[in-house]
């Protein structure tokens, strides 16, 4: 019994996948945003910040200079849900789908440029976790609302 009802929900997914890629007449694709939300834990938020302005906002702004980012933002929440609710989000902006499709190519010469070295990224990257964690990575595809006809 179960291996049917398995077999009709994927026949219903595959059937239904379509759908969900066709154009909506309300609206029209854009951009599409990596949205990076992370706690920085108590106490942490002064090296945390001299570190993103130190390296990562350099970074993105080559990434930006050069056409790999179309922008980026960085938002901090006021709220606080749990003790270890995200409070910092950092948003990639990139032109399209296809732009994720080379990304890791063409942004890694930029990020090993500024650090010297694969090595000195890495190790930069493992020293930042003693400042935050990630709490969620998500990717949206932002629309434009078609005008009313």
Not at 82 to 87: I, K
Not at 89 to 115: C, E, F, M
Not at 119 to 125: G, K, M, W
């Amino acid at each position: 019994m179960r291996k049917p009802l398995s077999l009709a929900g994927l026949a219903l997914a595959l059937a239904s996948a379509p759908t969900f890629a066709q154009q909506s007449p309300n609206t029209t694709p854009s951009t599409v945003t990596r949205i990076v939300l992370v706690h920085v834990k108590p106490g942490h938020f002064n090296p945390f910040w001299a570190d993103f302005r130190q390296h990562t906002k350099p970074i993105y702004d080559e990434e930006k200079r050069q056409g790999i980012l179309t922008d980026w933002h960085v938002f901090t929440k006021q709220t606080e849900e749990s003790a270890d609710d995200w409070n910092v989000g950092i948003a990639q902006v990139y032109k399209n789908w296809a732009a994720l499709d080379s990304v890791a190519a063409r942004s890694d010469p930029i990020t090993v440029a500024h650090y010297g070295s694969t090595a000195n990224a890495v190790a930069a990257n493992i020293a930042r976790l003693e400042h935050f964690t990630v709490t969620s990575v998500l990717l949206l595809r932002d629309q434009t609302v078609n005008p009313w006809k």
